[in-house]
């Protein structure tokens, strides 16, 4: 990670915190560790895109089911190499999503998760 990203992100500090939204993109994933880590530091509760926030130490995600996801494109993999065309195959949309909150992160960050909600140990 750059030493301005580290700047920027430690800035959290001085800000009022409510919460922050950390969106989908190739240069967040490959800095998970490093963002979920000083988040925390910062007492900043935050939402991701991925589960894989959650092994870093994120405190909560809300996104595509990814292993739905592959699952459907191996679908569309099977019937193209049965020979259906790509360009006449539908388009199609996520269809699963999940929540799922970090326990450890959230008992750190001082909140109170009611035990209905799914959750990540």
């Known amino acids: 990670m ?3 990203a580290q700047v920027e992100l430690r800035r959290f500090h001085g800000w009022r915190k409510i919460a922050g ?3 989908a993109s190739a240069w967040f994933n490959a800095h998970r560790d490093r963002i979920a880590e000083l988040a925390a530091q910062s007492g900043l509760p935050a939402i991701y895109e991925s589960r ?3 092994d870093a130490g994120g ?3 809300y996104g595509q089911n990814l292993a739905a996801l592959f699952r459907r ?3 569309y993999v099977h019937k193209i190499l049965k020979g259906a ?3 006449s ?3 199609e949309q996520p ?3 999940e929540l799922v909150i970090n326990l450890k992160t959230a008992k750190v960050l001082g909140l109170t998760i009611p035990p209905f909600l799914p959750s990540h140990p």
């Open 2 to 4: 750059r030493a301005s």
């Open 21 to 23: 939204m950390i969106p």
């Open 52 to 54: 894989d926030y959650m």
């Open 59 to 61: 405190l909560m995600s």
């Open 73 to 75: 494109a191996a679908t």
């Open 85 to 87: 065309r790509p360009d």
């Open 89 to 91: 195959l539908p388009w």
């Open 95 to 97: 269809a699963q999503f």
